[in-house]
């Protein structure tokens, strides 16, 4: 923010800048100068204020200060572990401090004034003749100033962060020379900006980095603040202060929670692998063979082992169905691999819902011709443990993807997927979307911002091959033009 030449010099000296440091110093130094003076005092504040809140409020209270943070969790919330309270303490320390309503617990006379007071200022207060001018600034400045989600704009590393309010559409320019290094344009953070001698500087962020890809939830929320109202003002956004945080820690939760593993019907992974006792290893494949959709059982019957009868002894194939309702996309699901070796048939499916499926199936097409004898059941923990196996598992299959990635039939056969994916998304409705198609979203100003923070999101993200990398980033691209976004 620029100084004008009538302001206190940022350097402290007390005299005006135009007869201090303009001429020995331009902007850019004299406002790095005046952050590093105001981050210091600031610093130099925060023992004196917890220290005053440890001497004036027992430990019962302040664990109800927390309690608030926290939107009030059960004790056996996951919001309130131990790792919780050490990740988020960059934000429920200074607002406990600057935000918090200690009122009815200093004394009978602030008690009933029906003002809120802070920590800070309840500090300020006892002690008016003992603080600093900055120190009474930055209490100033800082209590009751909200917190909110911002969007980075622009990042000068080292220097500052361009920052755009979700809720409001203010924009500001802080001083942040730590975070702007970790910091990228879309990137959403949760934290508090305030004014302190013509500095715009942070006070409290977030340590979550908040992906542009949730930003529609975030919208979602601004429409309920906003209702009924021209604007939303910093004084609204204290009083949603709760379920601006409830959102945040909501977030926090979700990025830092491992997704749970599902196969592409949406039934939990879990391994199994079945194990049966057959009479023929070809009447077998003739009542089994039409599991598979994608192959006729005489195709399948070329791929097979037989004795010097022509009879099959083994065989492997892939139980599958047509389509996928969740991806629409997919002409085929696989559901599972089957194996007949001799006396021994295998299936080898990735959930227990799909394991009982098969257990009755081949039930009802073998009956008495097919013994159950076993089902080894593995989770993901139990395979990931096997480390060693699976890296070479990995590097096999790896090794096999990139020479099927490599085949011209395999590439179109992808787009062709994708196109169909990305045709029908326009139509689809979404629930980030508050239930509504992109196609209808994009004709109001939330909508139309919703989306593009969706399309942005997926166009950037990283897809396992760069092959899908390149055509997403394709399909994207019509999309974008199709709904006018280009």
Known sequence: MKIGRNDACPCG????????C?????????IDLAYKRISKAYKDLEPKLENYMLKHFNSEIIEDALYEFFCWPDEEDEYFTEDAMESLQDLYRPWILYNWDCKPDIDETWAKKEIEITIAEAYMKENIKKISEMEKKLIKGISHMPYCFWEVMGVKPGQSIDLKNIMTGKTVTVQEHMG??????KNIVFARAVVIDNIDLLVGMGRTIIPIGLKPTLIELRKEIKEGRLLITDEDLLEWDMELREAYLDIDHHLHTPPTMQNTD?????????IFEIKDPDVAFGKLASLCTVESPEALRKTAESDEKGRITKVNFSWTKKGNKKITYYENTILGEVSIDHKKLTVQVNSIKRANRIRKEIKTRMGSDAKFKLDAIEDMDSIMNHSDENSLKYKKFQEKHDAMMENPEIQQQLQKMLSKHWDDWVDIKLPALGNITPRKAVKTADGREAVEALLYDIE???MPDPL???LQRKEVQKVKKELGLD
């Open 460 to 462: 950037t993200g990283k």
């Open 180 to 185: 702007s290094g970790s910091l990228n344009p």
């Open 468 to 470: 899908l990398n390149e």
């Open 22 to 30: 303009l001429n020995k110093n331009n902007v850019i130094p004299a």
């Open 13 to 20: 000296s007390g005299k005006k800048y135009k007869k201090c």
């Open 266 to 274: 949406g039934d939990l992974l879990e391994f199994h692998k079945l």
